[in-house]
């Protein structure tokens, strides 16, 4: 068969729980992909400046940041895991409906902030359930987790399009006319209070509204496949037999993995997970445990490069994602306002498609080959942006190919560096917060550069992070040899004080 018996049947009994945190990673995909192709419609309707608008990406990636630092807590408990979930993707709703009425940059920031928390809380439960559901099988399902992401960011700006205005779209008239078109599509007067509102401000005044309230409306049913899955698992205190649970799904589906596969390593009970090195905790509690203080430099070297590496791509993500439309209406492309905003579309329709790709390609091929031809993939189309800078039809095919190489970067990282560090450490956590991070900062990097060089150092920024993070990728594939030939000398010298004790024992009986 394609897949093996073993990871169909592991699947089949933990399909409940996959599917559900699969379909909160669709939220999660949701809210990154929207702030891109309607930056310039938000910035209009806030009455700020694009550096201004700029800082909303940095709210949302903080408190990104911050959710996947904490996220770790509430995976203690099913119930406490579930229940941060479900509150973060029903926010999410919530959060889209109300962003029609931010008339105000600091405003819009806070709900950003709001919704980038929730991003963060899902981005690192996922990923924890995930792997403590599959551990040495989750390279597969892990992929899928993150074609889900690709999903909801196809599907953001496709909502977004038809309700881009054009008016806002057009930034060659100088700021007067900039002023004036915020002041019309937004129904805001301006100079004089008493003058009319300009003709076509009741027209346009909340068309982008519609897609807000769409996103809303469709992102619902995942807080509610949420609370189906607590209501199942009997977690609803007004549930009856709610109190009779002695074992969580997950718990139960490690037992059954750690007899059916010899490789996978024992699985443990949560309270034993909280003391031990490989418990996938919050970044503040693997910081605290006691138990690295024995370990070698390389275990400590893993965590930090394969972050670092995280921080490059996923920041190359959200740069792109954020500012390619920005990049595509302004000289030279100078494309069209509607135009432009498929650029969005298909940069996570080819992110979606290539982490679809590589569910079967993670099957068949070690993580750390996928790392290498991605990165090496991110670089090449960097580059031939940068020298076709004056061609749309390649700016289109670019961004097709810039999605591809990318999807998967952050899910064959996540298996690669696990499988390395044998589910010990908190590789889990410290590379969820990293790629937030990356986001975080780079996003605000990249656009005040923009703002203050120009358009085309748009790409000058992308392929010097894209160079930073393949150097470093090699650094990380170094300190695992050296972290490997650590281990094969413990091996060694424990099998050397085993052996004497071991005959000593046969002489006494």
């Known amino acids: 068969m394609f897949i093996e018996e073993r990871i169909l049947t592991l699947f089949k009994r933990n399909w409940q729980h996959t599917l559900t945190y699969w379909s909160v990673f669709f939220s999660f ?50 119930f406490s895991a579930l229940c941060a979930l479900f509150v973060s993707s029903l926010m999410i709703s919530v959060i889209f409906a109300i962003i029609p009425f931010c008339y105000n940059v600091l405003i819009l920031a806070i709900a950003m902030a709001v919704t980038g928390l929730a991003m963060g809380v899902i981005d690192t439960i996922a990923n924890i359930q995930l792997v403590s559901i599959y551990q040495k099988d989750s390279a597969v399902f892990l992929q899928a987790l993150h074609f889900f992401i690709g999903f909801g960011a196809l599907v953001s700006p496709l909502i977004a399009d038809p309700f881009l205005s054009e008016r806002c779209g ?12 915020r002041s019309s599509v937004y129904n805001i007067r301006t100079f004089n209070t008493s003058t009319a509102t ?36 009997k977690l609803i205190p007004c549930c009856p037999g709610s109190k009779s649970r002695l074992l969580d799904k997950d718990e ?113 091929f070690q993580p750390v080959r996928l790392l290498m031809v991605n ?25 097709c190919l810039l999605g591809l190489f990318l999807s998967s970067i952050f899910p064959c990282m996540l298996a690669y560096t696990e499988d390395v560090l044998e589910y010990q450490g908190c ?51 170094l300190c695992h040899r050296l972290h490997r030939n650590y281990l094969t000398g413990t091996s060694k010298k424990t099998a050397m004080v085993e052996e004497p004790s071991s005959e000593k024992n046969e002489e006494r009986t």
């Open 252 to 364: 139960l589906s490690m037992e059954t993995q750690g007899t059916e596969a010899a490789p996978a390593p024992e699985p443990q009970h949560p309270a034993q997970q909280e003391d031990d090195v490989g418990g996938h905790g919050d970044l503040f509690s693997c910081c605290r445990n006691g138990n690295l203080s024995g370990l070698p430099p390389s275990f400590f070297g893993i965590h930090i490069l394969g972050g670092i590496v995280l921080f490059m791509t996923d920041g190359i993500v959200g740069a792109y994602a954020g500012f390619v439309y920005t990049y595509a209406v302004a000289p030279p492309m100078s494309l069209t306002p509607k135009t432009a905003g498929y650029l969005a579309s298909l940069f996570w329709a080819a992110i979606t498609a290539g982490r679809l790709v590589s569910i079967p390609l993670a099957y068949r």
């Open 427 to 477: 590789a889990t956590t410290v590379l969820v917060t990293s790629a937030g991070l990356g986001e975080m900062v780079l996003q605000v990097v990249v656009g005040s550069i923009i703002h203050t060089a120009g358009s085309y150092s748009f790409l000058l920024c992308g392929m010097i992070i894209g160079c930073i993070g393949f150097i470093v990728f090699f650094a990380l594939l």
């Open 170 to 181: 057009n930034r060659t008239g100088g700021e007067e006319s900039l002023h004036f078109h």
């Open 375 to 399: 990165l090496a993939g991110v670089i090449v189309t960097v580059l031939l942006l940068l020298l076709l800078y004056t061609s749309s039809t390649f700016l289109f095919v670019g961004t």
């Open 29 to 78: 995909g949701l809210c990154i992909a929207f702030l891109g192709p309607t930056i310039l419609d938000l910035q209009c309707q806030t009455q700020s400046t694009l550096q201004q608008i700029t800082w909303v990406f940095f709210s949302q990636q903080f408190c990104l940041l911050i959710g996947s630092s904490i996220g770790g807590v509430f995976k203690k408990t099913l």
């Open 198 to 233: 300009p003709p076509l401000a009741h027209e346009e005044e909340s068309i982008v509204s519609y897609a807000f309230w769409i996103m809303a409306v469709i992102n619902l049913p995942v807080p509610i496949a949420v609370l189906v899955l607590m209501y199942l698992e």
